[in-house]
Nanobody, 123 residues
Framework: QVQLVESGGGLVQPGESLRLSCAAS????????MGWYRQAPGKQRDLVAT???????NYADSVKGRFTITRDSAKNTVYLQMNSLKPEDTAIYYC?????????????????WGQGTQVTVSS
């Protein structure tokens, strides 16, 4: 089995920055695309950013130029640097990854989610 654990959320004022981290652990063979999603109260979960194994990135229009996604493959970790935060960025942020892991003699591909971390932007 595998686990994704996020950290770095919190309460900040508009214009400030936060850095989220998400570390994958378990019997991992490989990790494909990693990404961040967010869900505000009463709304659906939306894509924030993704990053491939070769470093290609994709961002939601609402965060382009403010957020940066990176990954450290040696640490099985993905990061989200969030600058110039706005109140509308307030949400629970979830990490997501395509992970191939060992189960006995087999390799299993799983799309996995973290438990989420709260980001609140308020004055």
């Amino acid at each position: 089995q595998v686990q994704l654990v996020e950290s770095g959320g919190g309460l900040v004022q508009p214009g400030e920055s936060l850095r989220l981290s998400c570390a994958a652990s378990g019997s991992i063979f490989s990790i494909g695309v990693m990404g961040w999603y967010r869900q505000a109260p009463g709304k659906q979960r939306d894509l924030v950013a993704t990053i491939t194994t070769t470093g290609n990135t994709n961002y939601a229009d609402s965060v382009k130029g403010r957020f940066t996604i990176t990954r450290d493959s040696a640490k099985n970790t993905v990061y989200l640097q969030m600058n110039s935060l706005k109140p509308e960025d307030t949400a629970i942020y979830y990490c997501n990854a395509d992970i191939t892991y060992y189960r006995g003699d087999f390799k299993i591909l799983s799309n996995s989610w973290g438990q989420g971390t709260q980001v609140t932007v308020s004055s």
